[in-house]
Every structure is written in structure tokens, then in C-alpha cells.
């Protein structure tokens, strides 16, 4: 029964978003632009200073990999893997809220909101990190919540949407702990293997008796490889910035 209700909740968690992605369908639409505000002064003031300096300008966030040991460089990932997850799951509290039709909706369009939220955990956690990777977590919050929005945001579907995610999550610091100690061309190679992420997600739903269509996998896979991407960039293990494949960010969220 159980995997039954379980299968029936992500075919329809999934078949929405396969509409709004492949017929291009704005969500937010009548929602309207929040303007930047002294709610979210320092996050933009620490937006213009990173760009000004240069999208990776993280110092406070790199380290020398040759002065860490091997176990020291994965618990750095774990930590940052999950201070961002704990922050994404900070914003599922709109989609609870019995409110949320008085501003949820919004907020979860306020690419500066979430990332005031995002910025606020890596910060008391003493972590500083460029304008690139605060962007494109907001991305990625943007497009989970949407799913759980369409679903109308039973409590049900929002702790099996949390499930989920946080397969999601495991899965990226998995990824990370593989590229550990390794030289550059394999980390390139591992971050752009696609089908070998695929493939564990794959195994893992199977684990959890869900099923997933392709493409909602697929768009999982890229959220797995981009968080890791930019985490190992920020910390310096991966050197070059590796550019994203051209359908890797829903044009809707990027917005």
C-alpha cells in the first residue's frame, strides 16, 4: 500500500513539472517583482562587492587541499552539503504556513529572500561564499518548491518531497567524497559524468520504492552535480570553472 501511494505521488509530483518545463509556463506570472530592499541590504551590498571582485571570490571559504587531510576535506563538504540542505529546508516553513497564499508564492519568486536565508546559515557558520554559488542554490530552492507548490502543499507531500531531497543531498556529498585526493582531469570527467549520477539516483529511489520519469531524474542529477560543482569550486579542490550544459537551469527559476 504504502508503495503504492508512494508511486502514485511521484507520478503526479513529476508529470507537473513536465508540463510546466517542456510547454515553457510561467508559474508566477501575476506574482510581482520584489524589488531589492533594506530587508535584504547586506545580502546585495555582499552581491555587488562579489561581482565587483569576480564571481569566485570566496576567501573565506578556500583552502589549501595540501594542508588538510583527506578526511578533514570531506567533512568540509558534509558540513557545507548540509548547511545549505538545512537552509532550503528553512524555506519548506512558507509552503506550511496556512499564510501562504498571503505571500508565499512570492517569497518563493524572491530570488533575494531565499538567498538572505542561504547567505544567513553558511555565514553563521563562518563560511563566506561567492555571488555564483549563492545564485544558483537560490535556482535550485526555486525549482524544488515549485514542484510542492503544484501539489497544493499537504503536509504529506511536503515530508515526502523532503524525503526525496534529502536523498538528493546524500547523494552530492557522496559525489564530493569521490573527487577527494584526485587530480583535476578526473575531478572534470566525474562532475560531467552524467549517466554514472543517474545511475545511483536510480538506485536509490529503487532503495525508497520510488519511481521517477526520466526527465525528473534528469533534472535532479543536474542539481547534484552543479551543488557539488560549485562546492568543490569554492573550495579550490576543482580549479576551473566547468560551464553548465545548456539545459541545466530551468529558464523560469533563473529569473
Given at each position: 500500500?504504502?508503495?503504492?501511494?508512494?508511486?502514485?505521488?511521484?507520478?503526479?509530483?513529476?508529470?507537473?513539472?513536465?508540463?510546466?518545463?517542456?510547454?515553457?509556463?510561467?508559474?508566477?506570472?501575476?506574482?510581482?517583482?520584489?524589488?531589492?530592499?533594506?530587508?535584504?541590504?547586506?545580502?546585495?551590498?555582499?552581491?555587488?562587492?562579489?561581482?565587483?571582485?569576480?564571481?569566485?571570490?570566496?576567501?573565506?571559504?578556500?583552502?589549501?587541499?595540501?594542508?588538510?587531510?583527506?578526511?578533514?576535506?570531506?567533512?568540509?563538504?558534509?558540513?557545507?552539503?548540509?548547511?545549505?540542505?538545512?537552509?532550503?529546508?528553512?524555506?519548506?516553513?512558507?509552503?506550511?504556513?496556512?499564510?501562504f497564499n498571503n505571500y508565499g508564492l512570492s517569497y518563493n519568486n524572491n530570488g533575494l529572500k531565499i538567498g538572505d536565508i542561504i547567505q544567513a546559515h553558511l555565514s553563521n557558520a563562518g563560511f563566506t561564499?561567492?555571488?555564483?554559488?549563492?545564485?544558483?542554490?537560490?535556482?535550485?530552492?526555486?525549482?524544488?518548491?515549485?514542484?510542492?507548490?503544484?501539489?497544493?502543499?499537504?503536509?504529506?507531500?511536503?515530508?515526502?518531497?523532503?524525503?526525496?531531497?534529502?536523498?538528493?543531498?546524500?547523494?552530492?556529498?557522496?559525489?564530493?567524497?569521490?573527487?577527494?585526493?584526485?587530480?583535476?582531469?578526473?575531478?572534470?570527467?566525474?562532475?560531467?559524468?552524467?549517466?554514472?549520477?543517474?545511475?545511483?539516483?536510480?538506485?536509490?529511489?529503487?532503495?525508497?520504492?520510488?519511481?521517477?520519469?526520466?526527465?525528473?531524474?534528469?533534472?535532479?542529477?543536474?542539481?547534484?552535480?552543479?551543488?557539488?560543482?560549485?562546492?568543490?569550486?569554492?573550495?579550490?579542490?576543482?580549479?576551473?570553472?566547468?560551464?553548465?550544459?545548456?539545459?541545466?537551469?530551468?529558464?523560469?527559476?533563473?529569473?
Amino acid at each position: 500500500m504504502k508503495s503504492s501511494i508512494f508511486n502514485f505521488f511521484n507520478w503526479l509530483f513529476f508529470m507537473n513539472l513536465s508540463i510546466i518545463i517542456l510547454l515553457n509556463i510561467n508559474l508566477f506570472s501575476n506574482v510581482t517583482r520584489i524589488a531589492p530592499t533594506k530587508e535584504y541590504e547586506l545580502l546585495w551590498k555582499g552581491i555587488e562587492r562579489s561581482l565587483a571582485e569576480g564571481e569566485c571570490s570566496s576567501v573565506g571559504a578556500k583552502l589549501n587541499v595540501n594542508q588538510y587531510s583527506n578526511s578533514d576535506t570531506i567533512e568540509r563538504f558534509n558540513t557545507i552539503c548540509d548547511i545549505v540542505h538545512s537552509a532550503y529546508l528553512d524555506t519548506l516553513l512558507w509552503l506550511k504556513d496556512p499564510a501562504f497564499n498571503n505571500y508565499g508564492l512570492s517569497y518563493n519568486n524572491n530570488g533575494l529572500k531565499i538567498g538572505d536565508i542561504i547567505q544567513a546559515h553558511l555565514s553563521n557558520a563562518g563560511f563566506t561564499f561567492s555571488y555564483r554559488l549563492i545564485r544558483n542554490e537560490i535556482i535550485r530552492v526555486k525549482e524544488r518548491n515549485a514542484l510542492i507548490i503544484l501539489l497544493r502543499r499537504t503536509d504529506k507531500i511536503i515530508e515526502q518531497a523532503k524525503e526525496i531531497f534529502t536523498m538528493e543531498n546524500d547523494l552530492t556529498k557522496i559525489l564530493l567524497e569521490s573527487i577527494v585526493d584526485k587530480n583535476q582531469a578526473y575531478i572534470k570527467n566525474i562532475l560531467t559524468n552524467e549517466y554514472n549520477i543517474i545511475d545511483s539516483i536510480e538506485r536509490e529511489l529503487k532503495k525508497r520504492n520510488f519511481k521517477l520519469p526520466e526527465l525528473h531524474i534528469k533534472r535532479m542529477m543536474f542539481r547534484i552535480i552543479r551543488r557539488a560543482h560549485d562546492i568543490a569550486l569554492e573550495l579550490g579542490v576543482l580549479h576551473e570553472f566547468i560551464p553548465p550544459p545548456p539545459d541545466c537551469y530551468v529558464r523560469e527559476f533563473t529569473e
